[in-house]
């Protein structure tokens, strides 16, 4: 079984705090795998491989815009999360740690790639060529300055074995936000979206949210079911 829940627009703070709970309640066995979809407010988040510098947009135009910075336990360096992005955090038991405590690497590295499989699938039903590029993360297109990221990933396996943290696919963000970091730490490509591809053509998010569900379930070979966040919420915290 897979569960599916749509949290809305929500702070990034508080959806890790959601993730914290069923993430624990998924590593006890109390729920089943779990797929979050939310988007969040303007907020830049630095993982686990972030360089502060890498944050360009100064203090002052922060708090002009209300951008939030938040340091986070995921892998990868800056990124940017906002209104028009459909951000998914796949909660899954993923097996077993080895001595060191991480993840056997190629399951870790399979589940990444399963994760850009997904995105690219769910695009290209919209005519979008996406694909990988070698030695990066993510997912990306190529355009006629060259190729642009459409998706960034970035994960999290808990001591119990199970992912946090996920994919954003950029359907119709303000990608000028995207101008106060440097994204992902990748100084000479670009980053695009649906809409900046599509046009007038591109769906709305919750269209495009409805496309990538059944790919989720079929890549991970699961029952698609879905769930209220307070059933969610209560059942994490049992």
Known sequence: MLNWVDLGLMDYETAWDVQRQVADARARGTLDDTLLFVQHPHTYTLGRSGHIENLLMSEAERERLRVAVIITDRGGDITYHGPGQLVIYPILALGALQADGRLPQADYVGYIRRLEQSII???????????????????WVDTPGGPEKIAAIGVKVTAGGVSMHGLALNVDPDLRFFSGIVP??????????????????????????EQFRPVMGSLFSKQLHEVALVDLALTAQK
Do not use: F
């Open 121 to 139: 699938d769910t695009v290209a039903h919209w005519g979008i060529a996406g694909r990988r590029e070698a030695g990066l993360t993510g997912v």
């Open 184 to 209: 992902c730490g990748i100084a000479d490509k670009g980053v695009t979206s649906m809409a900046k591809l599509l046009g007038a053509g591109c769906p709305a998010i919750d269209v495009v949210a």
